[in-house]
């Protein structure tokens, strides 16, 4: 039989359908998905058929029960709630079904897919409205209600995202953002707002309204993975704008002129447990909206992972001081050097009306044999920074693709030894490492080699003294799942320290009456909210990411514990009027990217000295003229 196959692919078209194969297979033969992306569910049988997800892809196709012998391939770009709302609008308006349900659903869709604000009755309603169409007499509304019902479930974090914050990760709902920047940095900081300030020379002001979304703006301004540059619409004319050094100036400059303010006390006490990221950011937006905090960390400086184990040479651990001294003016007490314990867990939690949990992933993941110098990146780095050890390591091989490997590599390098990062990825755009850490790694002399998996520890006596790697021949296939394949070819690489850098896990064993899964990562809703109700969690206790993402959750576990109290929800500050609109420098197109200034190579190869520099004042204004300012420049209506 013949089928045909539409969507996210790059060869769409009628397809004759042999006996056995299945959804991958038919996609393969269609070449793929296009434009790099990957398959993310199909739909069987035409738009009121059924959806599998990206698993479901492999069993045999099937069209039985469907009326069309029709696929559409939805890619990773596609957004589920986009897809219900035009579901709705479909049975709607091509097949003349106007019930009040239809109505109803198309109006609370409106308003998923924007940035309104959706109480919590029209989420019931929404339950509700889906219950009457499975049950409803006419057959395509029943199918309707099962079909928004499977991709509720399929996609119920992104459901969520647009329900509760009015978020769409995939950028496709127009109405929920004001521009790409904004909506692809994790913590929502107004990107163009803060440069409009700048442009009319309200530096300060400018520092305060970032300061509002972000409140470690000094941090992200050195170490931050940038994802707001990704999606800025200058990227796509010749480089994105500059935002982090934009940030990095700012907070460089007012860090100290800025005078905090708070609520008045709410007479409720909370603790946050663990100083990184989220948990900073947790602390700081509670003591500011007026509750009693107090912070728990084991170490005895602030930071988490920030100060142990991210090296000086990208973020000084002045830089983290500079930054928590805004907690104490909000009225965070911060105990240090406190073991969080299920007994001293048990104690916290009977003392206080609500707990963050920001605890981290402390462990390191490795394999092979137990030996004297076999260490994970987790345990190097946490010497070198913290304990500030000077460890003399000889020939070293890293292990790992990530940027926790090139930083084990570059303070390994610094310490005077020569290193090789063995990775499985094939070439660098595989790597999960940023790009400036694999060239900063190349630069500094760090040999990599690409597409190499261990297969051999060979040990003399108590040490690792020589490791066997296969050559690997895939390490994702085409539609983007991972899937290892290597070759007869082998190479052997001697070491005298062998450094793990493949992950890290938390250490969760102190924690009584929270779910956790398997890997010990503490279990979650959308809104951070464990299994005991006053309880949430932040940071990479919950999911490993950037710290930016660490900074947006730990507001969002504050935002969450502040509802729980019976809050009105965080205090971020004063509110700042951005004035009126400046026009575009007319000479935009002609304006250069600003590029971050570093130290030299030689400079840096054997010190430990911050390798970044805040740019210029002139630099600054520069930059800023380069954004389109496209949250007011493309504002238009969704595209159906």
């Not at 939805?74 to 091509?94: A, G, H, I, Q, W």
């Not at 030894?417 to 790694?441: C, D, F």
Request: charge should be negative; glycine fraction near 8%; charged fraction near 30%.
């Amino acid at each position: 039989m013949n089928i045909d196959v539409f969507g996210d692919i790059k060869n769409p078209g009628r397809y004759k359908l042999d006996s056995g194969v299945t959804y991958f297979d038919l996609l393969e033969r269609c070449g793929g998905p296009s434009r790099g992306r990957t398959p993310k569910f199909v739909q069987v049988g035409g738009p009121l058929g059924r959806v599998l997800p990206l698993e479901g892809m492999v069993e045999e196709v099937s069209l039985a029960g469907e009326k069309h012998s029709l696929l559409m391939f939805m890619s990773d770009r596609s957004c589920p709630v986009n897809f219900t709302r035009f579901l709705v609008r479909y049975v709607k308006r091509e097949m003349g079904l106007k019930p009040p349900v239809i109505l109803k659903l198309e109006e609370l869709f409106e308003k998923f897919t924007s940035k309104e604000v959706v109480r919590d009755y029209m989420v019931e309603d929404f339950f509700k409205y889906l219950e009457e169409l499975r049950g409803h007499q006419e057959k395509p509304l029943k199918k309707l209600g099962v079909l928004i019902e499977e991709l509720y479930k399929l996609f119920k974090d992104e459901f969520e995202e647009h329900i509760r914050e009015g978020f769409c990760r995939n950028l496709i709902c127009r109405r929920t953002f004001d521009a790409r920047c904004m909506s692809t940095c994790p913590a929502h900081v107004n990107v163009p707002g803060y440069i409009h300030l700048i442009r009319n020379n309200r530096e300060l002001e400018a520092y305060q309204l970032m300061r509002r979304e972000n409140p470690l703006p000094f941090i992200c301004g050195v170490i931050c993975a940038r994802p707001c540059e990704t999606m800025c619409m200058r990227g796509e004319l010749d480089s994105p704008v500059a935002i982090r050094e934009v940030k990095r100036y700012l907070a460089d400059k007012y860090n100290e002129v800025v005078v905090e303010d708070r609520l008045e006390p709410k007479g409720k006490k909370v603790a946050v447990i663990g100083a990184g990221p989220a948990g900073l950011t947790a602390a700081y937006y509670l003591g500011k909206t007026g509750y009693d905090v107090h912070l728990y960390e084991k170490n005895d400086r602030p930071g988490g992972y920030l100060a142990t184990g991210i090296p000086e040479y990208r973020l000084p651990q002045e830089v983290i001081h500079r930054e928590v001294s805004h907690l104490t003016d909000v009225g965070v007490n911060i105990t240090y050097n406190f073991q969080v314990t299920r007994e001293k867990y048990l104690e916290l939690a009977d003392k206080y009306d609500g707990i963050v949990l920001n605890t981290g992933t402390v462990v390191g993941n490795k394999i092979g044999p137990d030996a004297v110098n076999v260490f994970t990146s987790v345990e190097i780095l946490r010497d070198v920074k913290y304990l500030q050890k000077k460890l003399s390591l000889g020939r070293v091989v890293v292990i790992g693709g990530g940027d926790v490997a090139l930083d084990a590599a570059r303070t390994s390098r610094r310490l005077g030894s020569e290193v090789e990062v063995i990775t499985l990825e094939r070439n660098y755009n595989e790597m999960p490492a940023s790009k400036e850490e694999i060239q900063g790694g190349v630069e500094e002399g760090v040999i990599l080699r690409n597409g190499w998996r261990s297969k051999e520890f060979i040990r003399e006596g108590d040490r690792v003294s020589k490791i066997v790697f296969e050559k690997v021949s895939q390490v994702f296939d085409r539609f983007g799942r991972f899937s290892i394949e290597v070759t007869d070819e082998t190479m052997e690489v001697e070491c005298d320290t062998l450094i793990f850098a493949i992950g890290q896990s938390p250490d969760s064993g102190y924690l009584e009456g929270i779910e956790t899964d398997r890997r010990g990562f503490v279990v979650a809703g959308t809104d951070l909210a464990t299994t005991d109700p006053k309880v949430f969690v932040c940071g990479d206790a919950y999911k490993p990411g950037i710290a930016v993402k660490a900074v947006a959750e730990g507001k969002k576990a504050a935002q969450s514990l502040d509802r729980y109290l019976g809050g009105e929800g965080l205090y971020k500050g004063r509110k700042i009027d951005l004035g009126d609109e400046k026009p575009l420098n007319w000479d935009i197109w002609k304006i250069l990217r600003e590029e971050e200034e570093e130290l030299s190579v030689q400079e840096r190869r054997d010190k430990f000295k911050l390798i970044s520099k805040t740019m210029e004042r002139d630099s600054l204004l520069r930059e800023c003229d380069r954004c389109m300012r496209c949250d007011i420049n493309t504002k238009e209506p969704d595209i159906c």
